[in-house]
């Protein structure tokens, strides 16, 4: 028996409108994600009214009991009916005055938001009246805390102030309460909160403790500063080590002179008051305070920004401590982006950005000429005997590493740069800098986006063939030094083992990966004055020996190359960041890793084998004519994969470091690539060289075992 489909299943279901009660209990789970969030709230309602002392108790991490006291303007009992309905502020009014607000709330949700989800009561008193008054919410109404029916405010003792006590949190969410982790972890939120809280107001007096515990676990004076807050807070440790610096845009200088007098009327006027650590404090996570506003906010724009300042100056793995309090005028902040108000949007939050991380940078570089060391003396009472078990896994000499990967030289930060090779690297999306200029700000090398099948394969036959023995030896590598410059030798050591490498051919399967990790996202690098591209295959052909048996003329090479290059220079901009122009001028070349440029007397050479490989172009030219660097002429064409792995492995070999063919400032040419090397080059393997096995041949060879030369030492 067949069962035929009700029409009712075919039609569209009606659209209904939601319960009130529904809407405000989906409105309240976007505001109160959990304790910390609803505290936050009633923190900011408190520093509004103008409060010197807030004292908070909580219960069970805060979903038994949240409760937070203030001395503040109170409430008046005339608003006390309508004091959790939801959209009731005494902050705005009309809309306009949501660009000019400078208060922490605004828009009257939060009391409301926790009326639905837990049980709501509030004791305020006015300095004008004579007592205080209690009152209860349920969903945004008004009501008796026994019976549950609607009443009016009662008259109860109190001081000046107002008490407002949130029991049972997500009571009638229970997965919402399941959700949430164990009590001590909420409470240790709930005391973070608090404490960059304290941190900006240290004027203003906070107490936090467990409910029924005779002390309490936070306490701050009313009558403070930040840095004692901060001292208090976070400890001796951080304190002693902060900078304090203040700056704004009344301070900021132009960048260019001919900026027209219409653009500075319409710049932000802020100020930022910034405590950071110095290069002596290290930190496993980073502590970040951003106040803008006087808003607590995130910004990770700005934490990132920070961070990399950072980077060179601090041991990898370490963080800072970075407190700052921005003022911007409201009028250029957007502070109704997010429904916990945790993050707002501002004007010119890019230069802003940069600017104040330049003058950390700045500060940090003044403060970095010493480091400061502690050391304790040890009496002899203090001396503790090894016992005979602790003496057994005592580390020998012969396995004990000296060594340190972490450990930086006074040489790799003062960059030695080649004035023979000083010309303007600059992203394809990005203003245009110098390298000496991007060193202290090194990026992060990511990984282009590609929808390329032969690319993804590319990439995915790196990461089968990666050899992990050897992956680790380069990862945790500690550089010992270059052996042999022009024949390309280098010593490192990884544990007890002495390793010599060829850093030439790890270089070249480093280029060859970065240039397969950012395919089609490159970087330029711009040549000035351009040369001219005729001159340059010119000059390649008459050194190229294998020219003279050809049936060609060199003239005519020469014109077959440039007219395939010129032919193509189009796309070569747009994909491969290989730009000549009109004239025959090439302009710009590809940028595989931040501060370090190739040696350019090898560019000629580098043209011409791109030319060269050109006679099987015709089978995938409708293919790759969206994808790839056509004036490829020396790449094998039949085959995509190949066509674009034989073109990477010639701009790898043309990018490893070679010797200078002039002997002009060969001394100075010779030191410059040493440090290109060792401080540029080997961080760079150790950060991205995915390594296969075929380097293990010829070109990564153990020479000396720690434990092996003791057992030769003991023989003698």
Not at 157 to 180: C, K, V
Request: hydrophobic content about 35%; overall charge neutral; aromatic content about 8%.
């Amino acid at each position: 028996m067949s069962v035929t489909p009700s029409s009712s299943s075919t039609e569209p279901k009606p659209i209904r409108r939601l319960n009130e009660n529904l809407i405000n209990k989906i409105a309240a789970g976007e505001i109160i994600h959990r304790p910390a969030s609803a505290l936050k709230e009633l923190l900011e309602n408190s520093l509004d009214a103008g409060s010197t002392s807030i004292r908070i108790t909580v219960k069970d991490g805060g979903m038994k009991l949240l409760q937070i006291q203030d001395n503040g303007c109170g409430i008046r009992k005339a608003d006390l009916p309508i004091l959790a309905e939801r959209f009731t502020t005494s902050k705005l009014s009309t809309f306009s005055d949501l660009s000019r607000i400078t208060t922490y709330g605004f828009r009257g949700e939060a009391l409301a938001s926790m009326s639905h989800v837990a049980h709501l009561s509030v004791i305020t008193k006015t300095k004008g009246d004579s007592c205080a008054w209690r009152a209860a919410y349920s969903d945004g109404v008004l009501v008796d805390a026994k019976t549950g029916q609607k009443t009016e405010p009662r008259p109860c003792a109190g001081n000046d102030g107002t008490t407002i006590t949130i029991e049972d949190l997500f009571y009638n969410t229970p997965t919402r309460l399941s959700a949430l982790r164990s009590t001590s972890e909420e409470y240790s939120r709930i005391l973070d909160v608090i404490t960059k809280y304290a941190i900006h107001n240290p004027g203003v007096s906070f107490v936090c403790r467990k409910g029924g515990a005779p002390s309490h676990d936070l306490s701050t004076p009313s009558s403070s500063d930040t840095p004692a807050a901060i001292r208090l807070l976070y400890g001796h440790s951080i304190a002693k080590e902060l900078i304090h610096h203040k700056l704004s845009s009344a301070g900021k200088q132009r960048q260019e002179e001919d900026m027209d007098e219409d653009e500075d009327d319409h710049l932000v006027s802020w100020t930022a008051e910034l405590y950071f650590t110095n290069a002596n404090y290290q930190a496993k996570k980073m502590v970040f305070l951003l106040f803008i506003n006087h808003r607590l906010v995130e910004s990770l724009r700005m934490k990132k920004a920070f961070e990399a300042v950072y980077t060179n100056i601090l041991p990898k793995g370490s963080s800072p401590f970075v407190y700052l309090s921005l003022q911007i005028d409201p009028r250029s902040v957007d502070v109704n982006v997010h429904p916990t108000k945790r993050e707002v949007h501002f004007l010119d939050e890019e230069a802003i950005t940069e600017r104040i991380a330049d003058a950390i940078q700045e500060n940090l570089v003044k403060q970095n000429h010493s480091r400061t060391f502690e050391y304790q003396v040890i009496t002899r009472r203090n001396v503790r005997q090894i016992s005979p078990a602790e003496e057994k896994r005592k580390v020998y000499s012969q396995h004990k590493v000296r060594t340190s990967l972490r450990d930086r030289t006074l040489d790799s930060m003062f960059p030695v740069v080649n004035q023979a090779t000083q010309v303007e690297a600059s992203p394809s999306k990005s203003p245009q800098t110098t390298p000496a200029n991007t060193l202290s700000k090194s990026r992060e090398i990511k990984e282009s986006q590609c929808f390329l099948t032969s690319v993804k394969g590319l990439r995915q036959m790196l990461v089968k063939g990666k050899h992990r023995q050897l992956s680790e030896i380069l990862e945790k590598h500690t550089f010992i030094g270059i052996v042999d410059l022009h024949r390309c030798l280098s010593l490192i050591q990884y544990s007890t083992k002495l390793y010599l490498v060829n850093h030439d051919a790890l270089a070249e399967e480093l280029f060859y990966q970065l240039g397969l990790r950012q395919f089609g996202d490159l970087s330029r690098i711009k040549l000035e004055p351009p040369p001219s591209l005729r001159n340059m295959i010119e000059i390649a052909v008459a050194a190229e020996p294998d020219t003279e048996s050809s049936s060609l003329s060199k003239s005519e090479i020469v014109n077959r190359i440039v007219k395939i290059l010129m032919d193509r220079r189009e796309m070569l901009a747009d994909y491969f960041s290989l730009t000549i122009s009109e004239a025959g001028l090439v302009e710009s070349l590809p940028l595989l890793l931040r501060d370090y440029i190739p040696n350019l007397d090898n560019l000629p050479s580098f043209l011409m084998r791109l030319g060269r490989r050109y006679a099987l172009f015709i089978a995938w030219v409708v293919m790759i004519l969206l994808f790839i660097f056509t004036c490829v002429f020396q790449i094998d064409w039949t085959s995509e994969a190949e066509c674009f792995d034989t073109f990477l492995r010639e701009l790898a070999y043309f990018y490893i470091p070679t010797p200078s063919v002039s002997d002009e400032d060969g001394e100075a040419q010779h030191k410059a690539e040493r440090w290109q090397i060792q401080h540029i080059l080997f961080p760079a393997m150790r950060r991205y060289l995915v390594p296969p096995k075929s380097l293990l041949d010829r070109d990564v060879v153990q020479v000396a075992d720690l434990p092996d030369l003791y057992k030769v030492f003991e023989r003698c």
